[in-house]
């Protein structure tokens, strides 16, 4: 009827009132995005690295709030997640990649406030997970607007804190290098770990049968309850002499790996024919007397990778890829970052100290506003 109305009107009149409907949804768009918009301080509280060293290197120290490049966005942190990279960077075993901050942190959860010419999505005001080069320790960081995801609908934003990097290195490494498949065999070693918690659930969710390996008993159980078909406390029993009895001597598809050193010749000897050997990690050491036999026999595959140093390009389609394909899995609760204990960001040599001393199970974080 009002259109039928409007045909009859002058031509004068009826673009009178098409050039102030547009003027009003320019207003109220501009509007929309001032109240987004927040108060962004000069200066922000982060945690430098004072020399490499122990935890207590870690201090509470304040700088200028990062300005946003054209393709990224500014977020406020609601929280951070600690990692074992981040105990290696302080130690001055890891350098964050040339022209980067020095400042620890690959992934944070919070609110994006800024935001570079450039970027069209995450919105200003959006509530996000991102993967960081660097920078997370902080009240403000800068993040990649293709490294950001949406908070799954069943996780809380400060729990989404503890996703990008363990599920970013799994899906890389499980699933996009490792290729694993419904129906195969995973060993998942250092199953209470946050790589490992994601393992078990990522691997359950796609149909493998997964074993693990963990530190004491209930660590142990914790692992069961979470999806993992067995798992085996390595401090009490040989992790492969178990692995023969529970596969009946066939091995396992994949083994994703972060120990290295005396694991890795085990390690071959329990794959199975056309198995594959995950290396992400070195922790037990960077050397290891092999016999490569059994690679040659059985063809097996063995890949290493890092997630920091990729460019952003594959960690853009990485993010791509999770989004399609994890992103329903969490927005319907099917999986999610175990989360152990949040630390205030000023005690962050204290969340640094219950990481190296192995402690916990899943993730540990850390919260600028927590006290």
């Known amino acids: 009827m009002l259109l039928m109305q409007c045909s009859y009107l002058p031509l004068n009149i009826l673009r009178e009132l098409i050039f102030r409907a547009l003027a009003l949804f320019i207003l109220l768009r501009t509007f929309s995005l001032i109240f987004k918009m927040e108060h962004i301080p000069e200066s922000m509280n982060y945690i430098q690295i004072e020399k490499h060293g122990d935890p207590d290197v870690l201090k509470l120290r304040s700088q200028s709030v990062p300005e946003p490049d054209l393709n990224e966005v500014l977020m406020r942190v609601e929280a951070a997640g600690v990692n074992r990279p981040d105990i290696m960077q302080r130690k001055g075993l890891y350098p964050p990649p040339p022209g980067a901050t020095n400042v620890l942190g690959l992934e944070v959860s919070g609110t994006v406030v800024k935001k570079g010419k450039n970027v069209t999505e995450p919105e200003l005001g959006s509530q996000v997970c991102a993967l960081l080069s660097c920078g997370g320790y902080a009240e403000y960081c800068l993040a990649s607007a293709s490294n950001c995801l949406p908070v799954p609908k069943k996780i809380s934003l400060r729990h989404a804190a503890g996703i990008p990097e363990t599920f970013f290195t799994v899906w890389a490494n499980v699933f996009a290098r490792g290729q694993l498949k419904s129906g195969e065999t995973m060993l998942v070693h250092g199953g209470s770990s946050g790589i490992g918690t994601t393992s078990i659930q990522l691997g ?168």
């Open 204 to 371: 359950k969710a796609f149909g493998a049968t997964v074993y693990t390996t963990a530190g004491n008993q209930e660590k142990c159980e914790f692992c069961k309850k979470l999806g993992a078909d067995a798992a085996i406390n390595y401090n009490e029993n040989d992790f492969e002499s178990e692995i023969k009895i529970l596969t009946e001597n066939k091995g396992v598809d994949i083994i994703l790996d972060m120990v290295g050193g005396s694991y890795f010749p085990k390690n071959i000897n329990i794959l199975a024919y056309q198995g594959r050997l995950l290396q992400i990690a070195l922790m037990q050491g960077y050397k290891a007397e092999v016999d490569f036999r059994p690679l040659l026999m059985k063809r097996v595959t063995l890949t290493g990778s890092t997630l920091r140093h990729r460019s952003k390009k594959e960690k853009a389609e990485l993010a791509q890829s999770l989004r399609k394909e994890v992103w329903p899995l969490m927005d319907s609760g099917t999986i999610r970052p175990i989360i152990h204990q949040t630390f205030p960001l000023e005690k962050a040599a204290d969340a640094h100290r219950l990481m190296e001393n192995s402690n916990h199970i899943g993730k540990i974080l850390l919260k600028p506003d927590e006290k």
